[in-house]
Each structure stands twice: as C-alpha cells, then as structure tokens.
C-alpha cells in the first residue's frame, strides 16, 4: 500500500531537518534561532555544534556575551566581537576562514567546511540596526560556510539615534535574511498549553506574559517526562516555498561507561533524537478506540459518592426496550393503517386503581 500524502510530507520534514542539522549540501546558509527567557536556544546550538565536530567542519564561535570558558563545546576559534566596529570584526573572521579558490585547481582546497556561531545578534541589532543585514551577508563569502546565530526576542533593544524610524525593526530585518528560522519552546509549556485546548480551558501564559509583578521565567520546574525542547522550523526553498514543520529535540543520554575505550562511541551516541510533536507520546492526540477509556477517566475526575455508571445488564435492558414511537411506524402502528402517529398506552392494574368513574362521568 503506498503511503498517504500525509506520510509522505512528514518523513519529508524529518529528513529536511536532519539535513539541516547536519549541515548537508548547504542546506541553509544562514540559520535563525528565536529563543526566550522561557526557553533557551542553547540546546539547538550545542546540537548543531556536536553534529559538526563528528562532520570533521570548523567551528568559529563569534561572542557578544559568551567568555571562553562558557563555551559548552569545543571550538577551533573563538573570537570577542563586543566593542569593536563591524569592518574590524568582519576582517578577523574572515581571517579564520579559508580564502576563495582563484583558480580551478584550488577549487579541491575548498572543501573544508565552516560553521560560523553568533551568540547573539541582540547587541548588533541595538548598536548597527541598518548595517545588519550587509554585515551578515558579508560574512558567507563561500558555498562551504554555515551561519547560525540566536535571538532574544524577549530581550528589549536600546534605540540608536542613528536609526530611521521608517526603517523596518531589526527582527523583521532578520527574519526575511534568514533561510531557516528555528523558533524554540519549553516541551512541558507546550503540554500544558495542549491539555489546556483539550479541555476548552483557557491556555496558560507564563512568565513575563504572566503579568505579575516581578516574575520574569516560570519557576515551575518539568516533569522528568516532559524535558525536551520543542522547535518549529521554517526553511525557505530556493523556490521561495517555504517549510513548516514542529519537532522535538529530546535531551541526550549520558554515557554510562568511563572506560577509554567506550569515550569514542560514547561521544558519537551523545547525539540528541528528535521527532515529530505530533508523534510525542504526551502530545499525541486520543485515539477513537480510547473514547471509552477517556469517559472513564472523566467519570472518576467527577469525585462524586455515587455510581454514574451503568452495569452490563442495565445497558441490555435499556436496548430491549421498545419506545412507543418504534413501534407506531410498523405498518401504521398496532391500531392499523392511518393512526402511524398516535400514542400507544395500556392501561396498567395501577392505572385502574387510580380511575374514577364518578370523576369521569362529571
């Protein structure tokens, strides 16, 4: 049996995220991540970071914010861009990568591939609004380097003076650079908000978007269950169709061998999986073979001191039961043809007891 067209757009989706993250045949030149207070960015990079280093590519960590010693991978390059002017700090890059190939002999020289890291592109959207998308173009001057830099979309920007108030704002600057745009959640807030829609209840806010007096993050720790980081990717095709697609990054295993011998797989197994949201086992939507599971769960939700159930032969008995309008539409009812709509009743001994002669003759 072929697979449905829904199938074939979800393994689809994977593989093009999977491509992504490896880096694979330029798959997006320039990578977007949007993060919050909520919800660092911070594991999507250290897993485009591993990824790279099995891939053998050079990692040049550009820091606005980040000391060395913070850096959670190992890098080739690490270079302190806050202070400086933009043609200062575009001829120090460059000067970490590999130069052009001039010649078509040249062009084999070429092969190493970079994958330059901004930690935040906060500070040069405060400081160099008009100037951001020229530098970050400026910065991919061959096929074989890779740009992924994060956003604080919570974080508020300090005005320049030299900004036009008719220019676009620096986000909207960056998204429409971008080639992929990698928006980042916390897993446990997403299931939260799900129960929420499940139930007709009002999704929750948390947060900033709390608005609470001096409440910045949740303080609400996941369930062990629920970690994970939940990323909505957009890729732009060269078509300018784009892709849309939510998935799951799950944390890494940690290895549980300290044996030498075991570093080397152990490193290789440290990978994060993903899947789809839809696929979590959490998220996943009830099926209909679980109806009647879902109305026990409701029924024992209702704390009540009493049964609202029916047994087995309380359901027999109310399927026998023939009402009075099933039995009217049997050729005309019990009266015959014509009377199809009146209402059959049998006087009971009970009936009888209470009937009056007296009170009707009156």
Do not use: W
Not at 63 to 77: A, C, H, I, Y
Not at 268 to 279: A, G, M, N, Q
Request: charged share 20%.
């Amino acid at each position: 049996m072929a697979p449905s067209p829904l199938q074939q757009r979800r393994t689809h989706n994977t593989l093009l995220f999977q491509k992504l993250l490896n880096l694979r045949d330029s798959a997006s030149p320039f990578t977007l991540i949007l993060d919050t207070l909520e919800q660092s960015g911070g594991p999507a990079v250290r897993e485009f970071a591993r990824r790279s280093k099995i891939s053998k590519n050079n990692i040049v960590f550009i820091s606005f914010s980040t000391l060395r010693k913070k850096v959670p991978f190992e890098v080739d390059s690490f270079i302190t861009a806050r202070g400086k002017a933009l043609n200062v700090l575009r001829t120090e890059i460059l000067s970490h990568l590999q130069a052009p190939p001039t010649t078509a002999q040249n062009t084999s020289l070429a092969s190493t591939k970079y994958l330059l890291i901004i930690d935040t592109l906060n500070t040069l959207s405060s400081s160099h609004p008009q100037h951001l998308s020229l530098f970050l173009s400026s910065l991919l001057v061959v096929p074989q380097i890779s740009l992924l830099a994060t956003y604080h979309t919570d974080v508020p920007l300090s005005q320049s003076p030299s900004a036009s108030p008719y220019a676009p704002s620096p986000l909207t600057t960056l998204i429409c650079l971008a080639t992929a745009i990698l928006t980042v959640s916390s897993l446990s807030q997403t299931l939260a908000r799900k129960r929420a829609r499940d139930k007709s209840h009002q999704e929750p806010v948390f947060g900033i978007q709390e608005g609470r007096e001096g409440v910045i993050v949740g303080m609400k720790r996941p369930a062990k269950d629920e970690q994970g980081l939940v990323i909505n990717m957009e890729i732009r095709r060269r078509s300018g169709r784009g892709v849309t697609e939510n998935f799951v990054l799950l944390p890494p295993v940690p290895p549980t061998s300290n044996s030498q011998s075991a570093s080397k797989s152990a490193k290789l197994s440290s990978l994060s999986e993903f899947i789809l949201l839809d696929d979590h086992p959490l998220y996943a939507s009830p099926s209909t073979g679980g109806a009647a599971s879902a109305a026990t769960a409701d029924e024992e939700d209702m704390n009540t001191t009493f049964n609202l159930g029916l047994t087995e032969k309380q359901k027999r008995d109310r399927e026998n039961v023939v009402l009075p309008y099933f039995d009217a539409q049997k050729d005309g009812g019990a009266a015959g043809p014509g009377d199809g709509g009146r209402i059959l009743y049998d006087m009971g001994a009970e009936d009888r007891e209470d009937f009056d002669d007296e009170e009707d003759e009156i």
